[in-house]
Nanobody, 121 residues
Framework: QVQLVESGGGLVQPGGSLRPSCAAS????????MGWYRQAPGKQRELVAA???????NYADSVKGRFTISRDNAKNTVYLQMNSLKPEDTAVYYC???????????????WGQGTQVTVSS
């Protein structure tokens, strides 16, 4: 089983940027599809971005044009570049892994612990 650890969240002003990362270990990372989800208090967890083993990507409409998901298989790491951040982006962001790496409609088998992102003036 792959193990996931997120880092790189924090507090940022509206319009600012953050780049959380997700470090993986314990399995063949390059074969997994990966995703970033987020959950705010009182709201459902939602998929933000996903990337397959072949680097096909998908984004929620709310973040298109602002967020970019990428992966570095040599470092067993997935990134989420977040630009032009808005207060409504405030949430705990979770990394997730799907061993069926070919499918962009990911079904996570493993989750990280989450990293807090707060966008506030």
């Amino acid at each position: 089983q792959v193990q996931l650890v997120e880092s790189g969240g924090g507090l940022v002003q509206p319009g600012g940027s953050l780049r959380p990362s997700c470090a993986a270990s314990g399995s063949i990372f390059s074969l997994y599809a990966m995703g970033w989800y987020r959950q705010a208090p009182g709201k459902q967890r939602e998929l933000v971005a996903a990337i397959t083993s072949r680097s096909i990507t998908n984004y929620a409409d709310s973040v298109k044009g602002r967020f970019t998901i990428s992966r570095d298989n040599a470092k067993n790491t997935v990134y989420l570049q977040m630009n032009s951040l808005k207060p409504e982006d405030t949430a705990v962001y979770y990394c997730a892994a799907d061993p069926r790496g070919y499918n962009i409609a990911i079904m996570p088998a493993t989750w990280g612990q989450g990293t807090q992102v707060t966008v506030s003036s």
